[in-house]
RNA sequence: GUGGUCGUAGCUCAGUUGGUUAGAGCACCUGGUUGUGGUCCAGGAUGUCGCGGGUUCGAAUCCCGUCGAUCACCCCA
């Protein structure tokens, strides 16, 4: 027996109904809203992600799929989305505005749980080029749609983080103050002191909680022009009856975010989707100067909250004559009428139990040239006409 | 990367203090019954007991390692 990697996944019957409806569902209501899908390679240079992400963060220091091909280039499975659009845009688009949609597989090195798994599907958008407000609402206010077609229930949370700069003078306050009161962390967050300073912010470890209470917060390093546009998203959110919840400590995990950041996090507390602004992507990428905002969705944990019932079969066809029912196939092919089938002939009695236990509305019997109807079950003569008037 | 729990048939699981040829239910297949067909009867196929080593006359059972699943930490979608 050969196994499956550690942390991928098989998905079927069930649950590849559920990937395809929310899927479906993704299309829908963002590729009918002005974005486009876009499809990138799974392959990238190692160099995109190690300047995007930021080279000391868990996903690039710890996380990446890496490996040398035979021509001697240093390669990645992709462990996000935005980095390979921005990489597109900066090549053929650099003048333009676009909108972006993208939905497709990621890889990082992670030990896989509920939620978390190695190769895992992401559906997001991508605004890219020149900016405003707009481009922030629209993002939020489409993923919302997104959810609620799916009859999810969630919160969004957001946040600004301000410019890089802010973030750093921040970053190196808070340091200090950690630094001070470094005897009352818990051994994870006093790891996280030198490298990632802000993501001790996100602990929820009880023992942190007091020092956290007491810690310096982000508005205050805010710039003035951040600060607006905060203010001015908030108070569009707000003119539009979309609830939110405001929460200073929301600090992602990328690197190349600024000013705007959000979560959407169901009553589990898990993370369904979050994103933000990066204007400052393509500057560190050294490929352009233009904004870009975005958000991302964890389709497996959509996925996995999600209940939906299996599609049942219209018409089945059962018969133990291979030339009467291969007839018959071909006769509805002629009038385009899709009909499920048995894998195989076997016993007249399974066919027609299989037929009934994925819901079948009609079988057709083809050793008898009749349908019937399961569910007023009413027998007739076999007419093609029949299944064309309905 | 760290820790807890767990790996026996396609699925859910039994399997005694180590003891013949490893079991049940569901599902599947065949024949019959029913014939308005889904019921019922009879029979049938299916396992590297996760993998590798060790102890033993003998291991699904005990020990070690390893792989995988799951849950949590960490991280993140």
Avoid: W
Avoid at 34 to 45: D, K, M, R
Avoid at 328 to 348: A, E, F, G, V, W
């Amino acid at each position: 027996m050969i196994e499956q990697v550690k942390g991928t996944q098989n998905i079927y019957q069930n649950e590849s109904e559920k990937f395809l409806h929310v899927r479906q569902c993704f299309f829908d209501v963002f590729n009918n809203s002005g974005y486009s899908y876009i499809q990138t390679p799974h392959l990238e240079h190692s160099e995109l992600f190690e300047k995007s992400i930021g080279e000391n963060s868990e996903i690039v220091s710890k996380q990446m799929y890496q490996f040398n091909d035979k021509g001697g280039r240093t390669l990645v499975l992709r462990p996000e989305g935005t980095s390979s659009i921005v990489r597109y845009h900066a090549q053929n688009q650099k003048e333009l505005t676009n909108q972006y949609s993208y939905f497709g597989q990621m890889f990082r090195y992670e030990n896989p749980q509920k939620n978390r798994y190695r190769e895992f599907t992401q559906g997001g958008v991508e605004i890219i080029g020149n900016l405003d407000s707009f481009s922030d609402f629209q993002v939020i206010n489409d993923s919302i749609r997104f959810l609620n077609n799916l009859n999810l229930t969630f919160t969004l949370e957001i946040n600004t983080i301000g410019s890089i700069d802010d973030r750093e003078l921040y970053s190196k306050e808070l340091y200090t103050y950690f630094k001070t009161h470094e005897d009352d962390l818990s051994d994870e967050s006093r790891e996280k002191l030198e490298l990632n300073t802000l993501r001790i912010l996100d602990s929820n470890n009880s023992l942190d909680s007091k020092v956290i209470q007491d810690a310096p917060v982000i508005s205050n390093f805010i710039n003035d022009i951040s600060s607006q546009k905060y203010e001015s998203l908030k108070s569009l959110l707000s003119n539009n009856n979309i609830n939110f919840k405001e929460n200073t400590r929301l600090v992602r995990g990328l690197d190349y975010y600024n000013d705007l950041t959000f979560e959407f996090i169901n009553d589990d507390g898990v993370v369904l989707g979050g994103g933000g602004r990066y204007d400052r992507l393509a500057e560190i990428l050294n490929i352009g100067s233009f904004n870009g905002v975005g958000v991302a969705f964890g389709i497996e944990r959509i996925m996995n909250i999600i209940d939906i019932k299996n599609k049942s079969p219209k018409v089945y066809i059962i018969g133990i004559d291979i030339d009467k029912i291969s007839r018959l196939c071909k006769l509805l092919d002629q009038n385009n009428i899709n009909y499920s089938k048995p894998p195989r002939l076997s016993k007249i009695n399974s066919q027609f139990k299989n037929a009934k236990n994925l819901g079948a509305k009609y079988v057709v019997n083809t050793d008898e040239d009749t349908i019937k109807d399961l569910e007023n079950n009413t027998s007739i003569k076999f007419n093609v006409e029949v299944l064309i008037d309905n």
